[in-house]
Every structure is written in structure tokens, then in C-alpha cells.
């Protein structure tokens, strides 16, 4: 009777969160497109930049361009994530005006969805006073506004991380078709969504699905056999690495390879608090995953299974001399993991693009996360992805946005150097 009433009031908690959503999110007449390209120009005193023009196009046709308002803000639509070529027009620049690197007057940019933001300086006279490299003098807004979109970041990647160093932490497995669970969390959202189903509902069913099918139902499909047949975890790993490539060009073949969008909220208007600019859809995001992220640290730490999970952790046969069913235990560890995934590839195909890779994509920054916080650890894993996620963005402040992942990754291996065993690291493995 306890676990139906618990149920129940799941149930009504999630209808509850739903109608909330709806009613903050309004009604869902989208833009032509999520993914968009911003900036800002300012010149040398401070004042904004009126007037430039700034091109984006593609090698297969693809052509738009934005005008710098009376703020100095730009806008240019993208039709998804992709190499765009990006052209300021130097032309448009004010008298005495001018690029402090020349090169930012055409350059490539990898854009994988949502918002991207590029940073332009100017500089007086004719420009070419920067020589191509070192740190951008950035606004104090600036760097608020970095800093809030890798928070936000780092909550997405945390979805994930916290999966992964659960199943790690009670398995021992390295699984790399985690981030492919992603992708079909935010897939199966996509075709419940196409079916006729809003997304707020579609959502929290397709992360329903993804926890039982891909994860209770893939751990007894496929790794409990395995583990009753005393299978390595080298070969695992090598099986997960399989899985995930099948798991990948099977979504590209039933979905196709081209990024798309769910039928609401695929375009949203921004919104200004203080110094930072940023959606709706992104805010509320953010705070259903800080809530999902509390509950299953709490579950972990109070609830007789999380205490379960603490001890199949530590010591799987002596937990299971004690009478503790460690299958179930597994069972339900990569059930709620699956749902935290599918949970993460919904809020990434809401606030950039669906695309049959955008697992594989934030692969390495979710293991980069889990092994930063601490492997096995839950707080760890939290802590590890708030961490790396903010890195990513401020590191396009010192290096091009398009190799900012690789500042992130770096300021791990310095960080392990120091402390090996990751910034929370410790001897139990969860908890």
C-alpha cells in the first residue's frame, strides 16, 4: 500500500510540474529556428556599435546576415547545428572603428545548437593591435553571462554524470553507450512528440520509457546474462563501445542525420534578468533537473534501496551475504541512471537540437565530469560537471569557441595531477 501511495503522489507531483511548466512556458508559437548565432559590439569607450553587418553562410547554400541594433546587439538564425562561415562586414564599422584581430573579420565556427555567442573586440584605428591570441578584455557582463550559461550547462551534464557513476559504482562498468541513452530519451520524446502529444507530456513519458526499456530492460537483456557469465569488464566496455555505434546509425536510420526540433518551444523569445539573457523553456529546465538531481542524492542517502545501492558499492558479496538482492539492486540502479540520461537528452533537444550524435557529443565531457568529481561518487559527479560545464564557456573567453571543450578537459588533467582521486573523491564509491 506505501509503495502505490508513493506512486500516486509521484504521479500527481509530475502532473503537478507539468501543468506548472505549461503555464510558465505559454503558448508554444515558435521562431523559424533554435539555433541562433549572438554577440554584441562595443567600441573602445564603452558605447555600443550601430549598424555592423555580420554574415553567416554555408558550403551548401545556406545565407543570412544581422545588423548590430542601437545596444549593439546581433541576431542571425541558424537552421541547426553545423560549420557556419562567419563574415563582419569592415565596411559597416564606424570611422576610426576597427577589428583588434584581423582574422575575426572571416572565420569558421562550429555551432551545435542553441545560442552561440561570439566575442568581437574592437579597437581604434585600423586595427591588428591584439596579434591573434592571448586574453580577451571582457565586460563584467560578459563573463556573468558565461558563467550562467555553464551553470546551466553543467546541470545538463550532471543529468548524465550521475547516471554513469552510479552504474559505475555498483557495476564496475565503464559504459561507453551512456551518452547514447541520451539520445534515445530525447528521440523517444521526438516521436511521441510527432505522434500528436505536447512535449510537456511527451517528455516526462519518454523519460518513463527510457528508464524501463533502456535501462531495466537493457540490464536484463543484455548485462545481467553477461554478468552471470562472469564476463570481464574490459569485454563489457568493449561491448558498451558496440552497443553505442549500433545504438547511434540506428537513430540516424530511422530518424534520419539531420537536426530537428520538437513542434513546441523549437523557438522561444529571450528574457533579461539583470545581466543575463536567457530563455524560459532554459530556466525551468535547469530547475526540474536541480530537483531530480536533489531527489536522487537524497533517495541515495536516506531510502533503505540507496542504502542497498551504498552497500552493493562497497562490497557487492558481502552485501549479498547480508541478504541484500544485489540484481535488484543493479536493476534499479541503471533504471533511475537510463532515467536521469533520457531526462538530459530531453532538456539537450529543447534547448539546441535532436540529432542522432548529440550523445556521442557530450560523451567525453560527462566522463571528463564523472572522473573530475570523483569516480563512484555522487556528489562527485554533480560537483565534477557544475565545474566542467562552467570551464567550457569561460574558456572561449582565451581560445576559440570551437576548441573551448579542450580547456575544460585540460583544467581536469591539472586538477588530477594535484588530486588524483578527483574533487570528492573517497573509498565508498557511492554516496
Known amino acids: 500500500m506505501a509503495s502505490r501511495a508513493r506512486a500516486a503522489g509521484l504521479a500527481g507531483l509530475l502532473a503537478l510540474v507539468a501543468l506548472f511548466a505549461g503555464a510558465i512556458l505559454g503558448p508554444s508559437a515558435a521562431l523559424a529556428a533554435d539555433t541562433t548565432l549572438v554577440g554584441n559590439l562595443t567600441a573602445p569607450d564603452g558605447t555600443p556599435v550601430e549598424g555592423v553587418v555580420i554574415s553567416v553562410s554555408t558550403e551548401d547554400g545556406f545565407a543570412e546576415s544581422g545588423t548590430t541594433d542601437a ?5 542571425v538564425p541558424l ?31 562550429l555551432v551545435l545548437g542553441g545560442e552561440k555567442r561570439i566575442l568581437t573586440k574592437l579597437v581604434e584605428g585600423e586595427g591588428g593591435g591584439g596579434g591573434g591570441g592571448g586574453f580577451i578584455d571582457v565586460t563584467g557582463d560578459q ?80 548485462w545481467r546474462p553477461l554478468r552471470r557469465r562472469k564476463t570481464g569488464l574490459i569485454a563489457m566496455m568493449i561491448i558498451s563501445i ?60 536516506r531510502s533503505r534501496i540507496g542504502k ?43 534547448t539546441q537540437d535532436n540529432i542522432w550524435n548529440m550523445g556521442q557529443r557530450v560523451l567525453l565531457i560527462i566522463f571528463a565530469s564523472v572522473i573530475l568529481g570523483g569516480l563512484g561518487t555522487v556528489y562527485g559527479a554533480i560537483v565534477g560537471a557544475l565545474v566542467v560545464g562552467v570551464f567550457i564557456q569561460l574558456t572561449s573567453l582565451v581560445i576559440p569557441t570551437e576548441m573551448k571543450t579542450v580547456g575544460a578537459l585540460f583544467v581536469m588533467i591539472v586538477i588530477l595531477m594535484i588530486r588524483p582521486q578527483g574533487i570528492l573523491g573517497r573509498r565508498e564509491r557511492v554516496g
Open 71 to 75: 545596444a549593439g546587439d546581433f541576431v
Open 79 to 109: 537552421p541547426g547545428g553545423g560549420t557556419y562561415q562567419i563574415e563582419i562586414d569592415t565596411t559597416t564599422l564606424p570611422d576610426g572603428i576597427a577589428l583588434e584581430k584581423p582574422e575575426d573579420a572571416s572565420r569558421s565556427l
Open 143 to 222: 563573463f556573468i553571462q558565461l558563467l550562467f550559461d555553464g551553470v546551466l550547462f553543467g546541470v545538463m551534464i550532471a543529468l548524465g554524470a550521475l547516471g554513469l557513476n552510479l552504474v559505475f559504482g555498483t557495476t564496475g562498468l565503464t559504459n561507453f553507450s551512456h551518452g547514447d541513452l541520451l539520445t534515445l530519451g530525447a528521440f523517444t520524446a521526438l516521436l511521441l512528440n510527432e505522434a500528436g502529444l505536447h512535449i510537456i507530456i511527451a517528455g516526462p513519458i519518454a523519460i518513463v520509457i527510457a528508464a524501463i526499456l533502456f535501462g531495466w530492460g537493457q540490464n536484463k537483456v543484455l
Open 242 to 301: 558496440g552497443l553505442a555505434i549500433v545504438i547511434r546509425y540506428g537513430v540516424a536510420l530511422f530518424f534520419g542525420n539531420g537536426p530537428s526540433n520538437y513542434n513546441q518551444y523549437a523557438g522561444q523569445p529571450g528574457i533579461d534578468i539583470g545581466p543575463v539573457s536567457t530563455t524560459p523553456k532554459a530556466l525551468i529546465l535547469a530547475g526540474l533537473a536541480v530537483i531530480a538531481l536533489t531527489v536522487t542524492v537524497i533517495w541515495v542517502q
Open 308 to 350: 542497498a545501492t551504498r552497500a552493493v558499492s562497497d562490497n557487492p558479496a558481502l552485501a549479498s551475504a547480508t541478504g541484500i538482492d544485489v540484481e535488484r539492486v543493479i536493476a534499479v540502479v541503471w533504471t533511475v541512471a537510463a532515467g536521469l540520461a533520457a531526462f538530459g537528452g530531453v532538456y539537450l533537444g529543447l
